[in-house]
């Protein structure tokens, strides 16, 4: 019950312009017309011509007005034959239901109902009277429907315009920080050298240390926005040179064996893969133990790149392992190798760390 009357009351709300409207014409029609005219028709004369002159008012709007503008090449002389129709089979009908519920159902009317030249004549009247009225409500309709669509329209494409500018705004935003990005390089390399060559003499040492660094922070920080792959050649250089700061690092000798095939000169990988390997392995590896070195490994099989790192686990090492460079180069495989490519890690029995990258080439 209580669920019948919500449903009710949410008709009666949706719908409430359409009834006070009806309430103010059917009062006007009844009540100010009656008083003008001096005398009024019985109640059910009233229900029955209000509710089927409604019910035509919305058949026409809802069913004749859009099967007439459906048809746009024959809308000129579609709409005035369903009207016609509309007509001849609406006045007849509703003399006839009259007479019929007069006579059998005890309805009371002011005049009988029959199909005189008198109430054909009204009753064709009142039927095209409607007609019009639900006729300027379609076209009222349609016009509200499009007025909303047009400013939906105008909504979105200002929103377009704004995000554009937006767009445009970190665009330029970006080009000024790439441009100040290359002016800071720029100055920290001039400093290295002069500081290179002021150590060359005193501490040879810290100086091969300070231009290994410029080496590999000037191929870390290139950027060529058409470039997504990089020679291995490179990489490998850039390991090496890695390899030799933190020897030069060290107090003692580190353990590290870099392993690699003589013919990967023109295989291309994406870059700062490797250095990223090679960087975990140095700062989580126990690479003090002679008999248990660190393991690089490079090669090339049925053109598959397998990349390998092997180290024992640091368990007395103070940096805290997040994964961050694992998992980016995790996402950046995926992104650029998709599904031929894969990265693979384990932590064996012996307290080893493996990696394993495996890169299947065009």
């Known amino acids: 019950m209580k669920e019948a009357f919500t449903r009710c009351f949410n008709f009666l709300y949706k719908h409430r312009i359409h009834f006070i409207a009806w309430f103010f014409f059917i009062f006007y029609e009844v009540i100010i017309s009656g008083i003008l005219r001096g005398y009024f028709a019985t109640a059910g004369n009233y229900v029955l011509f209000y509710v089927l002159n409604i019910c035509l008012f919305y058949f026409h709007a809802y069913v004749i007005m859009p099967a007439a503008k459906s048809h746009t090449k024959h809308g000129i002389w579609l709409l005035p034959l369903l009207i016609v129709i ?3 089979f609406y006045v007849p009908f ?8 007069n006579k059998y159902a005890g309805l009371m009317l002011v005049a009988p109902a029959t199909l005189t030249k008198t ?5 064709v009247w009142r039927t095209i009277y409607f007609i019009l009225f639900s006729s300027g409500y ?3 309709v349609n016009y509200l429907k499009e007025r909303k669509i047009t400013q939906e329209a105008e909504k979105e494409k200002l929103i377009m315009i704004i995000e554009n500018q937006n767009v445009q705004a970190e665009l330029i935003k970006s080009q000024y920080a790439r441009l100040k990005a290359q002016i800071n390089p720029h100055f920290l390399f001039n400093t290295l050298s002069f500081i290179y060559a002021s150590a060359r003499k005193k501490a040879p040492e810290a100086a091969e240390a300070i231009i290994t660094l410029t ?38 000798k580190l353990n590290v064996i870099l392993e690699y095939d003589a013919d990967l000169a023109k295989i291309q990988i994406i870059p700062l893969v490797l250095i990223t390997l090679v960087e975990n392995v ?10 248990h070195p660190a393991l690089i490994s490079i090669n090339l099989a049925h053109n598959i790149l397998i990349i390998e790192t092997r180290n024992l686990i640091n368990l007395n090492g103070s940096v805290i392992s997040h994964n961050i460079g694992l998992d980016n180069i995790k996402k950046r495989i995926q992104m650029v190798y998709g599904d031929k490519a894969f990265l693979q890690t384990d932590r064996d029995k012996s307290n080893y760390f493996n990696v394993l990258l495996s890169i299947e080439l065009n």
Not at 119 to 123: K, L, N
Not at 220 to 246: M, V
């Open 86 to 88: 509309e007509v001849v």
């Open 94 to 101: 509703s003399i006839l239901l009259a007479g019929f519920l």
């Open 119 to 123: 109430a054909v004549v009204t009753s």
């Open 138 to 140: 379609y076209y009222l």
């Open 215 to 252: 080496d590999m922070m000037r191929y870390s920080i290139q950027d060529d926005d058409e470039k997504i792959f990089t020679d291995i050649a490179l990489e490998i250089e850039q390991i090496e040179n890695l390899i030799k700061l933190y020897q030069i690092k060290s107090e003692t």
């Open 282 to 291: 140095f700062k989580h590896g126990d690479l003090l133990q002679e008999a």
